[in-house]
């Protein structure tokens, strides 16, 4: 079972913005961790439709991505402006899918 962060994001924000934030923190993360240690230890997925984020925190790269991802958000649009909460998740961390940097 991983440890999953979900983000419900409000109607007003431009979510376009929000996965450029999540695409800047994987990229952070990855000048930090290096790009091998995050291509096999992140895991996340974006939902345009219902305006969510989900980020495998089960790990230390992944747990890194949600760190900035959740400053980045909060410094653009407000900590108002969006909920995050943990997630229990039963299945494959393949199934998640990925978005390159």
């Known amino acids: 079972m991983s440890r999953m962060m979900r983000y419900q994001f409000e109607p007003e924000v431009p979510f376009k913005q929000v996965e450029d934030a999540l695409l800047l923190a994987v990229m952070a993360v990855e000048g930090l961790a290096g790009e091998s240690a995050v291509r096999l230890d992140a895991a996340f997925n974006v939902n345009q439709s219902g305006r969510t984020c989900l980020i495998d925190a089960a790990t230390e ?18 900590a108002g402006s969006f909920h995050v909460r943990p997630v229990k998740f039963i299945g494959r961390r393949r199934g998640l899918k990925e978005i390159q940097a």
């Open 61 to 78: 790269v992944g747990s890194a991505i949600a760190r900035v991802f959740t400053g980045l958000v909060t410094r653009e649009f407000g």
